[in-house]
């Protein structure tokens, strides 16, 4: 009879721990959804391209981005979201709302980027990254046919 007490009493207690508080969950903001971010990259031409990174779920409460990196110049498997947060948290710059876009100008022709943003919760601890990498297109020289300097008998006279 004791040990059947003692279950029936563990259960209980089980059961009132696990119950979750009315009005929302605990893992989210005040609204019980956590944000949700997205970023992608579009218009690459013409050794430019234009980022844009917004919110799909949650509120804003903060974010960090950072736009153009190259990927050959970073150290850290960016596909590991530690890693990705804790890169972008010490490279970031602080954005003050969503969507957020940039152009990016002067990029290397053939050359492998990386753009990557985090957003933080109402209690500042970043709940959600996101990252978006793009090979630039364009010319190789990064200059387009119309900004040509023309031909070089037109330019030297001693040609």
Partial sequence: ????????????????????????DDNGGSDGVMPEVTIAVTDNADNQATVTAQL??????????????????????????????????????DISELPYTEQLTDLIYHQEYMCAIIVYDETGRACDSAFDTFIAEGEPDG?????????????????
Avoid at 8 to 24: D, H, I, Q, Y
Avoid at 64 to 92: F, P
Avoid at 143 to 156: F, P, R
């Fill in 1 to 24: 009879m004791k040990r059947f007490l003692l279950f029936t009493a563990s259960l209980c207690l089980m059961a009132v721990s696990c119950n979750k508080p009315e009005g929302g």
């Fill in 56 to 93: 799909t779920a949650g509120q804003f409460y903060g974010a960090k981005i950072v736009t153009g990196v190259r990927i050959s110049d970073i150290t850290i498997d960016y596909s590991k979201e530690i890693a990705l947060i804790q890169y972008v948290e010490a490279n970031g710059k």
């Fill in 143 to 159: 200059i387009a046919n119309d900004s040509s300097a023309g031909n070089l008998e037109d330019n030297n006279p001693m040609l």
